[in-house]
């Protein structure tokens, strides 16, 4: 069972940047496809970013495009970041990493995608 461990989260103001870490322990020698969402009070989760296995290719939502960039450290993308910049009140929530050994994932954006989550780390901007 892969596990997951986000870190990196905090109390920022409006304007300032935060990154956030995502670890997956290595139970394969294939790499993972990982990705980030969020969930804000009262909200459903939402997909944020994320990178294919082989680290070339990553998306993001419209609402955080210019402003966060998600990267691996490593091949096997079991170290994963998200520099968040420019944070806004809006994007107070909490981060989940989640990722998978699905090679060439079509649906980065629904959470069924994905076999293995963190719990989580909470991110709030004040105003």
């Known amino acids: 069972q892969v596990q997951v461990v986000e870190s990196g989260g905090g109390l920022v103001q409006t304007g300032d940047s935060l990154r956030l870490s995502c670890e997956a322990s290595?139970?394969?020698?294939?790499?993972?496809?990982m990705s980030w969402f969020r969930q804000a009070p009262g909200r459903s989760r939402e997909f944020v970013c994320g990178?294919?296995?082989?680290?070339?290719?990553?998306?993001y939502s419209e609402s955080v495009k210019g402003r966060f960039t998600i990267s691996s450290v490593n091949t096997k993308n079991t170290l994963v970041y998200l520099q968040m910049n420019s944070l806004k009140p809006e994007d107070t929530a909490v981060y989940y990493c989640?990722?998978?050994?699905?090679?060439?994932?079509?649906?980065?954006?629904?959470?069924?995608?994905?076999?293995?989550w963190g719990q989580g780390t909470q991110v709030t901007v004040s105003s």
């Open positions: 990178i294919d296995s082989t680290g070339r290719y990553v998306y």
């Open positions: 290595e139970h394969s020698f294939l790499p993972y496809t």
């Open positions: 989640a990722g998978t050994l699905t090679q060439r994932l079509a649906e980065y954006r629904r959470e069924i995608s994905y076999d293995f």
